[in-house]
């Protein structure tokens, strides 16, 4: 069934709220409506309940201590609190962060005010799928290296980084490793217990409310961290701010469905995936799909089509919602980061889909998508053709 159109195939950008975390989450926002931080009296004392309810459940779910959740307004501030608080606090012993060539901006940003405060960083690039091997960060990794920086899963392209392995490397040198699991928490198996001292999170990445996420801080050993902002003293000093309570409760809500669901949807996304790629490139040639064939989200599917203009492809389909790449670099007119990266022509780069499924995605809508993509390429290839005949 199509419930609407656009279909919306943009998962990667940000998911719809599941009903089920609206309903936990809206006593928050009416009656319960008081300051976590508020001691004397019992609406206080509600909200802070429901906020070490929240911490604990979610850290559970990521086999963390509750001690070592750290609630912010999302994976861009969980990176910029990881990178640069972990960075600066370890200036005495040394000045070399690591990262890649494909990670979201709010990784490689930070990184770059990093090297404008005098330290030397290292963007590795990735193998052709957008994996970054043990081995590249080992030759990277020299004794003035405080941190590195990789991604659990690309959300353009969905490859997942050896996580676990990567974390060994990194404990056996004594450098901090930070990875921003926005796009695989909820989607992968993904447990801090593989050895990371510092790991970002998004709610609306897995159906929750936007505006609220949170960075695993390892206890131990103890993870040090300088503050980006300063006020009263909430989450240990480390991110002040009056909580978002409404924010946290459904965070916490959007990660119990995810954990209970998780295996049965992969496999469902796995399957509703390879049916809208079989389905493309059965009907298409010059169809390339990017990012790796095994080891990858589930519900992701990036594609490039040869011999049409990218910008127009996005446009023609208008009741497909999709992007061509992250969602803050579809504003600008230059190709994904990403896939030039992995080595893909500019050209093909502006021609290229992602598509993301998700949680409410049906089979007609995957068979509506193709169908009008299948039709929409078609179209723009034989006008391309008219043109140069
Ligand atoms: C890999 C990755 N990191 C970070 C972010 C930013 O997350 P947020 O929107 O919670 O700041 C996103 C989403 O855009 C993402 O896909």
Redesign the pocket.
């Known amino acids: 069934m199509i419930r609407r159109r656009p279909v919306y195939l943009d998962h990667?950008?940000?998911t719809p709220l599941d009903p089920r975390v609206l309903e936990a989450t809206l006593p928050w926002l009416t009656g319960n409506f008081g300051n976590a931080s508020s001691r004397q009296h019992a609406f206080g004392w509600a909200a802070e309940s429901a906020v070490s309810a929240a911490r604990e459940e979610i850290a559970e779910a990521l086999g963390a201590g509750p001690g070592e959740i750290v609630f912010t307004?999302?994976?861009?501030?969980?990176?910029n609190l990881a990178i640069l608080g972990a960075a600066r606090a370890a200036r005495g012993r040394g000045d070399h962060v690591v990262t890649s060539a494909v990670?979201?901006?709010?990784?490689l940003d930070p990184c770059g005010q990093l090297a404008t405060e005098g330290f030397e960083v290292t963007v590795l690039a990735p193998d052709a799928t957008g994996r970054t091997t043990v081995e590249a960060v080992a030759g990277a990794l020299t004794g003035r290296t405080v941190l590195v920086s990789l991604?659990a899963?690309?959300?353009e392209v969905g490859t997942l980084n050896p996580v676990a392995e990567i974390a060994a490397l990194c404990a056996s040198r004594g450098v901090l490793f930070h990875t921003?699991?926005?796009?695989a928490f909820g989607k992968v198996p993904f447990d801090v217990r593989s050895g990371v001292a510092l790991a970002?999170f998004?709610?609306?990445?897995i159906y929750g409310p936007?505006?609220?996420?949170a960075l695993y801080v390892r206890a131990r050993p103890r993870v040090a961290l300088s503050p980006l902002v300063f006020g009263g003293g909430h989450e240990r000093g480390l991110r002040p701010g009056t909580l978002n309570v409404p924010g946290i409760v459904g965070f916490a809500a959007a990660v119990r469905l995810a954990s209970r669901e998780r295996e049965a949807e992969a496999a469902r996304l796995t399957a509703l995936r390879d049916r809208l790629d079989q389905a493309i490139r059965g009907a298409l040639d010059g169809v390339t799909r990017n990012g790796p064939r095994v080891d990858r989200l589930p519900g992701n599917l990036s594609l490039s089509f040869a011999g049409v203009d990218g910008e127009r492809l996005i446009a023609s389909l208008r009741d497909v919602a999709v992007s061509s790449g992250?969602?803050?670099t579809t504003a600008s007119a230059e190709p994904s980061h990403v896939l030039r990266a992995l080595g893909v022509p500019d050209a093909l780069a502006k021609a290229t889909i992602r598509f993301g499924l998700g949680r409410f995605t049906t089979a007609a809508e995957v068979d509506f998508a193709s169908a009008e993509v299948v039709g929409v390429v078609r179209r723009l290839r034989s006008e391309i053709a008219s043109l140069s005949a």
Request: proline share 0%; net charge neutral; hydrophobic share 30%.
């Open positions: 990667q950008a940000t307004s999302g994976a861009t501030e969980s990176n990670e979201h901006r709010a990784v991604m899963a690309n959300n921003d699991a926005a796009q970002s998004s709610a609306h990445k936007k505006g609220v996420g992250s969602a803050c």
